[in-house]
Every structure is written in C-alpha cells, then in structure tokens.
Nanobody, 123 residues
C-alpha cells in the first residue's frame, strides 16, 4: 500500500515562503503522478498543483501561478511545493495525493492521500 506523508507547514506572515514536502513509501515513486490540494475552512478541497511521473510536466491553479513551484526528486521519493509570496487566502490544510496515471486537477482521480499539513498565513 502506497503511503504519503506531508510536512513543512506552519504559521507565517504574508509575503513569506514555505516549502512543503511529500514523501512516498511502499511504492515505486516514479510510477506515480503527484498532486497538491488544499482545503480551507468552509470550502471544498481544491487543486493547487500537479507534476508528472517524470517531473517534466507541471500544472498550477490560477491562484498560485507565479508564486508556487512543484518539483520532484524521484531518488528521494519526494515531491516538493515551494510556496512564495504567501497570502492569507493561501491558509488551508495542504494534502499531497498520488495516482498511477498522468497528473490531474480533479481530487477524486487520486487514489492515495497523505494526512495533510496546516499552512496558516497571517496578514
């Protein structure tokens, strides 16, 4: 069974940066496309970014383009989400998810999920 563990969340000020990590275990990491999703209080889970199995292809939500960067290091079984110029509206629980297919913006398309890591951005 594939397992995913997120880390790197925290409390920061607007304009600060954070780097989230997602580590996959019990699977061949290069087999999985990985996505980042987030869920804020009172809102449904939404797409943030996704990266292909090779790392060659990425996609981002319009709200984070130019500020967030997704990358992966298959040798370390890790996907990263570098978040710069954070805004209060970025506050949410961030989840990574994996699927044995191309990346998707749709949460329901992912079979494996991490436990989430809290990101709080104060103004």
């Amino acid at each position: 069974q594939v397992q995913l563990v997120e880390s790197g969340g925290g409390l920061v000020q607007a304009g600060d940066s954070l780097r989230l990590s997602c580590v996959l275990s019990r699977g061949t990491f290069s087999t999985y496309a990985v996505g980042w999703f987030r869920q804020a209080p009172g809102k449904e889970r939404g797409f943030v970014a996704t990266i292909s199995r090779s790392g060659a292809s990425t996609d981002y939500a319009d709200s984070v383009k130019g500020r967030f960067t997704i990358s992966r290091d298959n040798a370390k079984n890790t996907v990263y989400l570098q978040m710069n110029s954070l805004k209060p509206e970025d506050t949410a629980v961030y989840y990574c998810a994996a699927r044995m297919a191309s990346g998707s913006t749709i949460a329901a398309n992912y079979a494996y999920w991490g436990q989430g890591t809290q990101v709080t951005v104060s103004s």
